[in-house]
Every structure is written in structure tokens, then in C-alpha cells.
């Protein structure tokens, strides 16, 4: 190699370098841009920053850990989403102070799924605590309820169980008009939406106690919302479907059953569609699913055939 190749690739190599390095300048410039959008009042550009710096790994947490102490709470907010989407498990320890210190609802509620989408395991005795707060917002009970159930958090078992069974008498029905006038006002349902995830929640935990809890929780007699038991029917369905004891995979089915009779349509079809993920019915009950499955597939509700359809499908020849 002579003495102008040398010098040529010499020349291309610092020429190179300094390319490399004004882009490499001028990228973490435009993150810092990105960043300082995201404490403005203009929505769009934060939108915009948020969709650039969700892609730039995890220089993006160090960046955006100031702003969790902003005045503003949704620039706080769009902080913790940010260190979700960048960040480790280890980042958690950043967001878990702001459940206790935040004013705002709304970010504390973030705070309780951006844990989850960091896997931030460690975090578990927190969200239990504020689970368990009835003094905390509902939302962000709701949150640590979703959490939990993400990180299959088995020692959360009990204090789900709890919310999911802290629900409104069910009203008795009136046997004469003098007595529907006289009955009490109807309790409000003020934590529908709490059980409903705490339900959810419990399919992800393989346990005895959360396949009873949620099959009390199918029963209209018990629980008064609908959306509730139809919840519960399908984390039966899931937990009745991964379950290999026959016992809970039978609490599980029982439960099913019972909802096959639910005076509700939609917890009919959740009923249904949760028989026919069972991939082997115990021999003891299998006279009752196929006869559920007769019953639904004559049902009045569209759906519910349809779904009895489906279930026999998927289940198969039963043994009756």
C-alpha cells in the first residue's frame, strides 16, 4: 500500500468520525428537544415527543426522572409512561415513591401499570398496601389489582379474595307491592369496577382459595353485577384450563355450571365460552356439562347457542 492509499484512508477515516460524531451530537440534541416538549402546554409536541423517545432504550429514564416531581401531572405522567417503555425492573424504585407522594390519582394509577410493564417484582408488598387502602382513589386500587394479577403474585391471593368479596347485599326480592314500596333504597355499587379486576386479577393465581373465591362470585345471589360474575366466569374458565388437581378443576367447573343458569345473557355466553377451554371434564361431572350444553344450545339468547356450539366442539364426545 502506498503513501496516497495511507493518507486517502486516513482522510476517510477522520472525515467518517466526524459525520459519526455531528450526528451522534445533533441525535442527543433533538432526545433533549423530545424532552423539554414534553414540559409545555402544547399536547400535540408531547404526543410527538413521547411516540420519538419511546424508542431511545433506557438513556431516555435519566432524562425524564425530573420531570416525576413536575408541578404538572400529566407532564409527571407522561414520565412514568416514558420509564415504562425505556426502562428495567430496576427503574421501579424510581416510580414506587410517587404511590405514597403524588397528589394526583390519575398518576398514581400509571404508576401501579407502569410497575408492570417494567416487571418490577419488587414492588409487589407496595401494591398489595395500596390494593388494600380503602382510602385510596379506586382507580389506582384498580391498577395494583391489574398489576398483580400480571406478575402472578401469589402471596396477593388473600387480599384479592377480600376485594373481590367487598361487595353490596344483594337485594331481596319483594313479594307484594306493599313490600317493593316499603324496601330500602337499593346500596350503590361504588366498587363494580375494583371487583371486576381483582376478578381478572385471581385467573392468573393457581390456588384453591382463588378458585372458590371467584366461584362464590359467579353466583347472582352473591354478587350483584353482572359484569362482575361474567368476569369471574372466565378466570374459572382460565384457572380450570391450566389446573391439573381435580379437585379445584371440579370447584372450577361447579362454579361454571352455575352460571349456565344466570339470568344475565352475557354471564350465559361467559359461562359457555369458559366450559369449552376445559380440555378434559373430570368423569364425575360430565353429565352435567353435557346436559348444560343441551340446555344452552335451546336457550332463548342467540349468543348462548352459538357459544354452546363452539363448546361442544371443543370439548368433544362427553361420557354420559
Keep these: 500500500m502506498n503513501t496516497r492509499s495511507i493518507t486517502a484512508i486516513a482522510v476517510l477515516i477522520i472525515v467518517l468520525g466526524g459525520v459519526y460524531a455531528v450526528t451522534t451530537y445533533q441525535g442527543a440534541a433533538k432526545i433533549r428537544e423530545h424532552v423539554q416538549a414534553l414540559d409545555g402546554d402544547d399536547t400535540a409536541a408531547a404526543t410527538r415527543a413521547i411516540e420519538a423517545l419511546s424508542g431511545q432504550g433506557e438513556r ?26 425505556c426502562g428495567g425492573p430496576e427503574h421501579g424504585q424510581l416510580l414506587t ?143 380450570a384450563a391450566r389446573n391439573e388437581k381435580e379437585s379445584e378443576q371440579l370447584t372450577a367447573l361447579e362454579g361454571m355450571l352455575l352460571a349456565c343458569g344466570d339470568s344475565v345473557g352475557d354471564v350465559r355466553i361467559a359461562a359457555m365460552q369458559s366450559l369449552g377451554k376445559v380440555s378434559i371434564v373430570p368423569e364425575a361431572i360430565q353429565s352435567r356439562v353435557a346436559q348444560a350444553l343441551a340446555s344452552a344450545e335451546e336457550d332463548t339468547h342467540f349468543w348462548v347457542r352459538e357459544a354452546a356450539k363452539e363448546a361442544r366442539s371443543n370439548l368433544g364426545l362427553l361420557d354420559v
Design 97 to 239: 415513591p410517587l404511590l405514597q407522594n403524588d397528589k394526583d390519582e390519575y398518576v398514581r394509577k400509571d404508576v401501579t401499570l407502569a410497575l408492570g410493564r417494567l416487571g418490577a417484582k419488587q414492588a409487589i408488598p407496595t401494591l398489595i398496601t395500596v390494593l388494600s387502602d380503602e382510602q385510596e382513589d379506586l382507580l389506582v386500587r384498580e391498577g395494583a389489582a391489574t398489576t398483580l394479577g400480571t406478575f402472578e403474585a401469589a402471596e396477593a391471593t388473600i387480599p384479592l379474595l377480600a376485594v373481590l368479596a367487598a361487595r353490596p347485599p344483594v337485594p331481596a326480592p319483594a313479594i307484594s307491592d306493599e313490600e317493593a314500596d316499603e324496601a330500602p333504597a337499593e346500596v350503590e355499587d361504588t366498587t363494580q369496577t375494583l371487583r371486576l379486576a381483582a376478578a381478572v386479577a385471581l385467573g392468573y393465581l393457581q390456588s384453591s382459595e382463588a378458585v372458590e373465591g371467584l366461584a362464590q362470585a359467579v353466583d347472582e345471589a352473591v354478587e350483584i353485577a353482572p359484569s362482575v360474575r361474567v368476569a369471574a366466569v372466565y378466570a374459572l374458565g382460565d384457572l
Design 60 to 85: 431516555v429514564v435519566s432524562m425524564v426522572e425530573t420531570l416525576l416531581t413536575n408541578a404538572n401531572p400529566l407532564v409527571r405522567s407522561n414520565a412514568v409512561m416514558l420509564i415504562a417503555m
